[in-house]
């Protein structure tokens, strides 16, 4: 049997009933030449403010995702008990410790209320009551969750890296203005 992030095996489905189009609906000027520094920072910081609700949402959700695979391997291992998922969880968790592209600062911001809101759509697939007790979930049910988990993880993943996309498109006209000779002064007025 497949993974269950498997896009061929699981093809994706929207699973979301948040909206992810409404945090990205921020305008994407083709000419970014023709607008100001501060436009420019202005959005930038729109965009990042989007960004950072995202990644602390998938990072989240990743972990529920791990739990939920490290039980349905658990399973098709044959393993009795449940301390294998203990045991295993922290390496599983390690695993997603580094992301690929650009590297960016580290940012300590609280995330936006919205961002809760994705968890809890992810929280969904099972009660309460499952997530306490995996080893008495049916194999059925933890394998729909584990797919549907994956799906919203794959989108806002995809989202995250569409952001990314556009702010790095505002960086790079950021940077190209200071090398052209931006003033000293708007340099110091916000970076």
């Given amino acids: 049997m497949c993974w269950p992030c498997c896009p061929i095996c ?3 489905r929207n699973t979301l009933k948040f909206d992810l189009a409404t945090l990205t609906d921020i305008p994407d000027p083709q000419d970014l030449s023709a607008l100001e520094l501060a436009d420019l920072r202005s959005l930038r910081s729109q965009l990042e403010e989007v960004e950072n609700g995202l990644s602390y949402a998938r990072r989240m959700i990743q ?3 791990d739990t939920l695979a490290i039980e349905l391997d658990r399973r098709r291992a044959g393993s009795v008990g449940d301390g294998r998922v203990l045991k295993d969880l922290p ?3 390690a695993d997603r410790t580094r992301s690929v592209g650009m590297p960016r600062p580290p940012v300590v911001l609280e995330p936006p209320a ?4 994705l968890v809890e759509e992810a929280d969904e697939y099972l009660s309460p009551t499952q997530k306490a007790d995996l080893p008495s979930v049916p194999d059925e049910d933890l394998s729909r969750a584990v797919q549907q988990v994956a799906n919203v993880e794959r989108q806002l993943s995809e989202t995250r890296h569409s952001v990314h ?3 790095d498109r505002i960086q790079t006209e950021i940077i190209n203005r200071y090398k052209d000779g931006a003033p000293v002064d708007d340099l110091l007025a916000g970076g």
Avoid: F, T, V
């Fill in 63 to 65: 972990g529920r995702l």
């Fill in 114 to 117: 919205w961002a809760d809101q």
């Fill in 165 to 167: 996309g556009r702010i």
């Fill in 91 to 93: 390496k599983a968790l």
């Fill in 10 to 12: 699981y093809p994706m």
